[in-house]
């Protein structure tokens, strides 16, 4: 089986010309996205190939298969203009003869040219249209399916920024705050909560800009409310429509960005099963299959300080970062309790990431250590933005760096435990030269 991906699927989903909420451009994001894929070593078994954008560190394949992961890797080697891997797969002009031994293969998500490198390499497995898959990620979908489910939903379609400030201005006057979520915004891009009138309608004004150069627009209006914690359920649907659940992540998130995840404690998930949790999740693998939809699929849910469950609030039908935890958590912990995260980070050179790797080991940073403990590295390409030793930009100006994205599994006997190993991390990284954000 090839095992690939393009991530920020949300992204190739938006329809053109759809309004857009505010947002500060991060130019060094797109390099860090594109070597996300090397996260779906956790996925692959010893007969799958995991194709990458980038090369992978040998020393960390190496430390990969020592703690138990096997698989085969392929690097993508297009070029990295083009965002979208299978676009850029699919408009090589000649057939890579290396993808030709496969006969299936599986992406993270549906997106733009998955279909037409299925064809192109005659992969015989089957998936959802673009069409179908796209229509049942929209966060639209979510809040129309929660309100058929569950006869309410606490999110409101508006079509239009006049229809945003009237709702807007309603929900103001019954709620501490109101939330304005894209239909496809993702990992805290396209959700802006609201305290006060003037910031709404500044934002109404600057939608009001855009309607008035001809784009649509359709965004979700809740209520702000009072959370207790958020989770995640993860399952897939096979092409008869059976389901079968995967498991349950609690989620951690900053500021509505998803900044990690962990196994849902038992006793969590005996209430859910308690209060009918279940139930609502079959229904809605039954009705994302009557949409035509099959394959991985993440709902988020949340559970109120009140103690209420809002079963259904957005639907990832996609593999997920939760999946990626699960399976992480199910191959590692042995019992210890496994969490995964990670950091911003910055670096001016791309340092020997096999000695760094020794040195964590020889400090007990490294998982396993001698308590069984320890930090699984995830991502060195994330960490330095997919550049190599030869093509890392030489002509930093002082003070700058190339910022990447350190992706982490800690498995710790608690919280303070996993504190102190993240700090000798944070440590352990600055000295060679590196900068840590958090």
Same mark, same amino acid.
């Given at each position: 089986?090839?095992?690939?991906?393009?991530?920020?699927?949300?992204?190739?989903?938006?329809?053109?010309?759809?309004?857009?909420? $505010?947002?500060?451009?991060? $130019?060094?994001?797109?390099?860090?996205?594109?070597?996300?894929?090397?996260?779906?070593?956790?996925?692959?078994?010893?007969?799958?190939?995991?194709?990458?954008?980038?090369?992978?560190?040998?020393?960390?394949?190496?430390?990969?298969?020592?703690?138990?992961?096997?698989?085969?890797?392929?690097?993508?080697?297009?070029?990295?203009?083009?965002?979208?891997?299978?676009?850029?797969?699919?408009?090589?002009?000649?057939?890579?003869?290396?993808?030709?031994?496969?006969?299936?293969?599986?992406?993270?998500?549906?997106?733009?040219?998955?279909?037409?490198?299925?064809?192109?390499?005659?992969?015989?497995?089957?998936? $959802?249209?673009?069409?179908?898959?796209?229509?049942?990620?929209?966060?639209?979908?979510?809040?129309?399916?929660?309100?058929?489910?569950?006869?309410?939903?606490?999110?409101?379609?508006?079509?239009?920024?006049?229809? +945003?400030?009237?709702?807007?201005?309603?929900?103001?006057?019954?709620?501490?705050?109101?939330?304005?979520?894209?239909?496809?915004?993702?990992?805290?891009?396209?959700?802006?909560?609201?305290?006060?009138?003037?910031?709404?309608?500044?934002?109404?004004?600057?939608?009001?800009?855009?309607?008035?150069?001809?784009?649509?627009?359709?965004?979700?209006?809740?209520?702000?409310?009072?959370?207790?914690?958020?989770?995640?359920?993860?399952?897939?649907?096979?092409?008869?429509?059976?389901?079968?659940?995967?498991?349950?992540?609690?989620?951690?998130?900053?500021?509505?960005?998803?900044?990690?995840?962990?196994?849902?404690?038992?006793?969590?998930?005996?209430?859910?099963?308690?209060? !009918?949790?279940?139930?609502?999740?079959?229904?809605?693998?039954?009705?994302?299959?009557?949409?035509?939809?099959? &394959?991985?699929?993440?709902?988020?849910?949340?559970?109120?300080?009140?103690?209420?469950?809002?079963?259904?609030?957005?639907?990832?039908?996609?593999?997920?970062?939760?999946?990626?935890?699960?399976?992480?958590?199910?191959?590692?912990?042995?019992?210890?309790?496994?969490?995964?995260?990670?950091?911003?980070?910055?670096?001016?050179?791309?340092?020997?990431?096999?000695?760094?790797?020794?040195?964590?080991?020889?400090?007990?940073?490294?998982?396993?250590?001698?308590?069984?403990? &320890?930090?699984?590295?995830?991502? $060195?390409?994330?960490?330095?933005?997919?550049?190599?030793?030869?093509?890392?930009?030489?002509?930093?100006?002082?003070?700058?760096?190339?910022?990447?994205?350190?992706? +982490?599994?800690?498995?710790?006997?608690?919280?303070?435990?996993?504190?102190?190993?993240?700090?000798?991390?944070?440590?352990?990284?600055?000295?060679? !030269?590196?900068?840590?954000?958090?």
């Amino acid at each position: 089986m090839l095992v690939a991906s393009t991530f920020d699927s949300e992204t190739y989903w938006r329809e053109e010309g759809s309004s857009r909420l $505010p947002f500060i451009p991060d $130019p060094s994001r797109s390099r860090v996205v594109m070597a996300m894929d090397e996260l779906l070593a956790s996925l692959c078994g010893p007969e799958d190939t995991l194709l990458t954008r980038f090369e992978m560190d040998e020393a960390h394949m190496d430390y990969l298969a020592h703690i138990g992961f096997h698989f085969k890797q392929l690097s993508a080697n297009v070029p990295s203009h083009v965002p979208n891997l299978f676009r850029a797969l699919y408009e090589v002009s000649e057939t890579d003869e290396r993808l030709k031994q496969f006969s299936e293969m599986t992406p993270f998500s549906v997106v733009p040219y998955v279909h037409e490198l299925l064809d192109r390499y005659n992969y015989s497995n089957k998936l $959802p249209t673009l069409q179908d898959v796209k229509r049942v990620n929209s966060k639209l979908y979510s809040a129309d399916l929660a309100k058929r489910l569950l006869g309410s939903s606490y999110s409101q379609p508006v079509f239009s920024a006049d229809e +945003l400030a009237a709702v807007g201005l309603e929900l103001m006057g019954l709620s501490n705050g109101v939330l304005l979520k894209d239909p496809f915004g993702v990992a805290g891009k396209g959700n802006m909560l609201f305290k006060n009138l003037s910031s709404l309608e500044r934002v109404v004004s600057y939608l009001r800009k855009q309607e008035q150069a001809g784009s649509s627009t359709a965004f979700l209006v809740e209520p702000f409310l009072d959370v207790k914690y958020d989770f995640s359920c993860q399952f897939s649907i096979d092409e008869s429509g059976s389901y079968q659940i995967v498991g349950l992540q609690q989620i951690i998130n900053r500021q509505f960005a998803y900044v990690g995840s962990q196994a849902m404690q038992e006793e969590n998930s005996h209430s859910l099963i308690r209060n !009918g949790y279940f139930d609502v999740i079959e229904k809605l693998a039954s009705s994302l299959y009557k949409d035509r939809y099959f &394959g991985h699929v993440c709902v988020d849910s949340m559970i109120l300080k009140n103690g209420t469950i809002v079963p259904i609030v957005e639907i990832n039908a996609r593999q997920s970062m939760g999946l990626v935890s699960h399976r992480l958590g199910e191959r590692l912990e042995n019992g210890k309790h496994g969490t995964f995260t990670f950091r911003t980070v910055g670096s001016r050179h791309r340092f020997d990431y096999g000695q760094w790797l020794r040195q964590l080991d020889d400090d007990g940073v490294l998982y396993p250590n001698h308590t069984g403990e &320890g930090i699984i590295p995830l991502s $060195p390409a994330c960490m330095f933005a997919g550049y190599g030793e030869s093509d890392y930009p030489q002509t930093l100006s002082e003070g700058s760096f190339i910022k990447g994205r350190l992706y +982490l599994f800690v498995i710790a006997r608690d919280v303070q435990e996993q504190k102190s190993l993240i700090d000798k991390l944070k440590e352990r990284f600055e000295v060679q !030269g590196g900068k840590w954000y958090g």
